[in-house]
């Protein structure tokens, strides 16, 4: 049995599905890994890396045409490709709305996976590309917009005067928000941060981070842990809540996401012109529409002094420590998807696992 690699447009995804240690694994299975030439460069992963742990040099075309498996981290571009007939497809970030993917499944007999779909439970935690991926994304976002601000984080006394300390404000208190505050606290920041899930107050409050939250809504989150759109009574309420909030604040990461949705925007054009001149927002939910006003993908934009980062994929600065953790959860999925005995996958939809993450 084969497993191939496809390699993505760095311009677009640095990031591999598969490293060098990730090829071991998959070895010891007793599968065999294809790679195309300079599969891993964009992490810094050299050919060589990949021979020395068992990996065969090929092309994206021959390595279709022989794969049983095949690993591609998004689902752009599928259509260029002709693969093996009832070749597996495992895509980290499936957008299930896609007509090449579907087009896949109906024709070719292909069984596609998708590794976003992973159910929140507990079998499932080692191999949940959206958490490992997710926290990296909220370490990150404090780091460059700390970058961005032209001030200290901390507060410093020295004999000169005091430094009065930054005040970081984030939206949305999933993996990506709670390891925000974390990083942000570490950096002497005050933080405060907004959820429409009741369950992530104590969160919050256990990281050192105050909980602004709509007294008396409704909880919004859905039975798999997510975050559920909300009603339009929430929604102004939240509005006026966060209006009070932002003009004191002077940085926000948003990072709120609805899974299949548009991101809900959540700081208006008011809301930023009502910021202090200096001031910075990083929108980790801009390639999904944003979360807030102004926010274009992958560019910086200045309104009345306040910078708004747009991160359509931040985790491409990121790269080597992405793969790292995507490989793992990577090769817990095919480990638990192969049946090792007769060397086959085994498609056992009494597994929550494999029965949540198969496009049908």
């Avoid at 068992?54 to 259509?79: F, P, V, W």
């Avoid at 590794?115 to 370490?139: C, E, F, H, K, W």
């Avoid at 990577?330 to 007769?342: A, G, H, Q, R, S």
Wanted: charged letters at 25%.
């Amino acid at each position: 049995m084969i497993l191939g690699c496809i390699s993505e447009n760095a311009d677009f995804e640095k990031r591999v599905m598969l490293n060098p240690e990730g090829v071991k694994k998959i070895k010891s299975l007793g599968i065999d890994v294809m790679i195309p030439k300079n599969y891993g460069n964009s992490s810094d992963y050299a050919d060589d890396e990949y021979v020395k742990s068992g990996a065969t040099i090929s092309d994206n075309n021959s390595l279709c045409e022989k794969s049983d498996i095949i690993l591609k981290i998004s689902q752009r571009n599928l259509s260029e490709f002709k693969f093996k007939q009832g070749a597996n497809l495992i895509i980290g970030f499936f957008n299930q709305a896609d007509n090449d993917a579907t087009n896949l499944v109906k024709q070719n007999k292909q069984q596609i996976f998708a590794l976003n779909l992973l159910p929140r439970i507990t079998r499932a935690q080692a191999m949940d590309v959206l958490s490992s991926q997710a926290n990296l994304a909220g370490y990150k976002a404090v780091i460059d917009t700390a970058y961005e601000f032209q001030k200290a984080l901390p507060m410093m006394m020295t004999a000169a005067g005091t430094v009065t300390p930054a005040k970081y404000f984030i939206l949305g208190a999933g993996v990506a928000g709670l390891q925000a505050i974390a990083t942000a606290k570490r950096l002497g920041a005050v933080v405060s941060a907004t959820d429409v899930r009741l369950a992530s107050k104590e969160q919050v409050e256990s990281l050192g981070a105050k909980f602004v939250f709509v007294e008396d809504a409704e909880d919004m989150e859905t039975s798999g842990g997510y975050a559920k759109e909300a009603s339009d009574d929430f929604k102004k309420k939240q509005e006026i809540l966060i209006k009070d909030t932002v003009k004191s604040q002077d940085i926000i990461i948003c990072t709120a996401l609805i899974p299949g949705k548009k991101a809900p925007r959540i700081i208006t054009e008011e809301m930023v012109l009502s910021m202090r001149p200096g001031s910075v927002i990083c929108d980790l939910a801009a390639a999904q529409g944003g979360n807030c006003a102004f926010s274009e993908p992958d560019k910086i934009i200045e309104k009345n002094g306040v910078k708004i980062m747009g991160e359509s994929n931040i985790l491409n600065k990121l790269p080597i420590s992405a793969s790292n953790l995507y490989a793992k959860n990577v090769f817990n999925f095919v480990d638990n998807l192969f049946d090792k005995e007769n060397k086959k996958i085994n498609i056992n939809l009494e597994d929550e696992i494999i029965q949540k993450t198969l496009m049908r």
